[in-house]
């Protein structure tokens, strides 16, 4: 389990994380959102005692991880794919963590497997392709087996084949009761592979709650209805308090009326439904608006 107490960093003038409380819990994996520069890679960092917070504290299942022994038995992690040396073998690489961790040299072999390099064991680091090198990284993550593990932006460089691995693997390690922490900017992979979301905007918590809690927060949620009597049923909608928008063929689209309450009106004035469908927002779409006021970078529209 990982605890964040009232987490604060400076830069110099420049605040990074403010007061920044929240726990990721074991059997979940757990979808680290924001926009760029909302403090996401600084809060990974200070997790791992990478960084010294200006005040504030992060433990890991009740310890600061700086007091860990032997850590990639505690918490593995992925933070920068590129960062290892690039005239090492991939086996050799994986050796000398498990060495210094305390870790079977077995254990090498059985992480590449998984992470399907083994063929690649014994080729130099330097001239892997961005997607190996993020498999090597997710094989390092794995090498202790530990009980929490951490990943910013995984799914770089990745083949459709190697997101079908990374998203099966988090499922089983969440349902193996680990702590998953994810750090991605694909909305549609959260949505298909998180259980929880932390969302920061600025460096300050935006929310800490479901996938679907935080999508169902956004706007979008509308009611498809199509009836061959659209004519009676609109002013019917909006006498209830309804927008409704009358689309091509009969259909109309309804916000703030449940399907359950439109299927009740239909019915008492005898009007045939065709179709009723319940649209409720997108993570993406409730992400964008969310976070609308926390963006620190934004594009200017196209002249």
Same mark, same amino acid.
């Not at 010294?52 to 504290?57: I, L, Q």
């Not at 449940?258 to 005898?270: C, G, L, V, W, Y």
């Given at each position: 389990?990982?605890?964040?107490?009232?987490?604060?960093?400076?830069?110099?003038?420049? #605040? *990074?994380?403010?007061?920044?409380?929240?726990?990721?819990h074991? +059997?979940?994996?757990?979808?680290?959102?924001?926009?760029?520069?909302?403090?996401?890679?600084?809060?990974?960092?200070?997790?791992l005692?990478?960084?010294?917070?200006?005040?504030?504290?992060?433990?890991?299942?009740?310890?600061?991880?700086?007091?860990?022994?032997?850590?990639l038995?505690?918490?593995? *992690? #992925?933070?920068?794919?590129?960062?290892?040396?690039?005239?090492r073998? *991939?086996?050799?690489? #994986?050796?000398?963590?498990?060495?210094?961790? +305390?870790?079977?040299?077995?254990?090498?072999?059985?992480?590449?497997?998984?992470?399907?390099?083994?063929?690649a064991?014994?080729?130099?680091?330097?001239?892997?392709?961005?997607? &190996?090198?993020?498999?090597?990284?997710?094989?390092?993550?794995?090498?202790?087996?530990?009980?929490?593990?951490?990943?910013?932006?995984?799914?770089?460089?990745?083949?459709?084949?190697?997101?079908?691995?990374?998203?099966?693997?988090?499922?089983?390690?969440?349902?193996?009761?680990?702590?998953?922490?994810?750090?991605?900017?694909? &909305?549609?992979?959260?949505?298909?592979?998180?259980?929880?979301?932390?969302?920061?905007?600025?460096?300050?918590?935006?929310?800490?709650?479901?996938?679907?809690?935080?999508?169902?927060? +956004?706007?979008?949620?509308?009611?498809?209805?199509?009836?061959?009597?659209?004519?009676?049923?609109?002013?019917?909608?909006?006498?209830?308090?309804?927008a409704?928008?009358?689309?091509?063929?009969?259909? #109309?689209?309804?916000?703030?009326?449940?399907?359950?309450?439109?299927?009740?009106?239909?019915?008492?004035?005898?009007?045939?439904?065709?179709?009723?469908?319940?649209?409720?927002?997108?993570?993406?779409?409730?992400?964008?608006e969310?976070?609308?006021?926390?963006?620190?970078?934004?594009?200017?529209?196209?002249?």
């Amino acid at each position: 389990m990982i605890e964040v107490h009232e987490l604060t960093k400076r830069y110099g003038n420049k #605040l *990074a994380v403010n007061e920044l409380s929240f726990s990721v819990h074991p +059997g979940h994996v757990t979808g680290f959102l924001g926009p760029n520069g909302a403090g996401k890679s600084t809060t990974l960092r200070l997790i791992l005692g990478l960084n010294t917070p200006t005040s504030g504290s992060v433990t890991i299942d009740g310890r600061p991880f700086r007091s860990l022994p032997r850590g990639l038995r505690h918490v593995g *992690a #992925l933070l920068d794919a590129g960062d290892v040396h690039g005239g090492r073998t *991939a086996r050799a690489h #994986l050796r000398a963590l498990a060495r210094s961790n +305390g870790i079977p040299r077995s254990r090498v072999d059985e992480v590449l497997h998984e992470a399907g390099l083994a063929d690649a064991a014994g080729r130099r680091i330097g001239g892997f392709s961005l997607g &190996m090198r993020q498999r090597l990284g997710i094989a390092t993550a794995l090498l202790g087996d530990p009980p929490v593990l951490l990943f910013d932006e995984p799914l770089n460089g990745l083949d459709p084949e190697g997101v079908f691995w990374v998203r099966s693997l988090f499922r089983r390690l969440a349902g193996e009761g680990r702590t998953v922490f994810v750090s991605s900017h694909l &909305m549609s992979e959260m949505e298909h592979t998180a259980d929880q979301l932390i969302v920061l905007g600025r460096g300050e918590l935006i929310a800490a709650e479901s996938v679907a809690e935080f999508a169902a927060r +956004g706007a979008g949620k509308s009611v498809s209805v199509r009836t061959p009597d659209p004519a009676r049923l609109l002013p019917l909608l909006t006498s209830e308090g309804a927008a409704v928008q009358r689309e091509a063929e009969g259909q #109309l689209t309804v916000v703030g009326l449940s399907t359950d309450r439109i299927a009740e009106i239909a019915f008492e004035q005898r009007i045939l439904l065709t179709e009723l469908t319940n649209h409720t927002g997108s993570l993406e779409a409730a992400f964008m608006e969310l976070t609308a006021d926390s963006v620190e970078y934004l594009a200017g529209e196209t002249q």
